[in-house]
């Protein structure tokens, strides 16, 4: 399997970030393969299989594993053919920022086939959770 890799930094501190991480129904604002979450809950429940249209076109399913830190968030997205696995740490700085890593991995007979167009995506994700995290501190 081919892991994937990015980091930035985020103008928000960790608990805000981690807020806009464990809102399962804000992923698709942020997260530009999730199209739809079928949960109106705004907090994460470990284990819980939440219903997901993936890039319109497929359904699956978001699961977060238990919090084992408060600065890591792991999670399994599955659909036909495809499984990623994920994760998001956090690490704070002092000037009030928030450096965030996201690492995932893909399994599946799709997305096998597909590996080179996902090279850029840790970075995509990452610039778009920027952003509405850090509108959402300004919010604050």
Partial sequence: MTVYSATTGIRADPATVLRVLLDPSAVP??????TRVATLE???RPGVAYGVTVRSLLRGTLTYAPRHSNLL???ELRAPGAVEKGRWLLHGAENGTTEVE???EHGGFLLARMS???ERVASWRLERLKSFAEASAAAR
């Fill in 116 to 118: 080179s167009a996902f």
């Fill in 102 to 104: 996201h690492t995932f």
């Fill in 29 to 34: 604002e942020w997260n530009p393969a999730i």
């Fill in 73 to 75: 968030v792991e999670y």
């Fill in 42 to 44: 705004t907090e994460v």
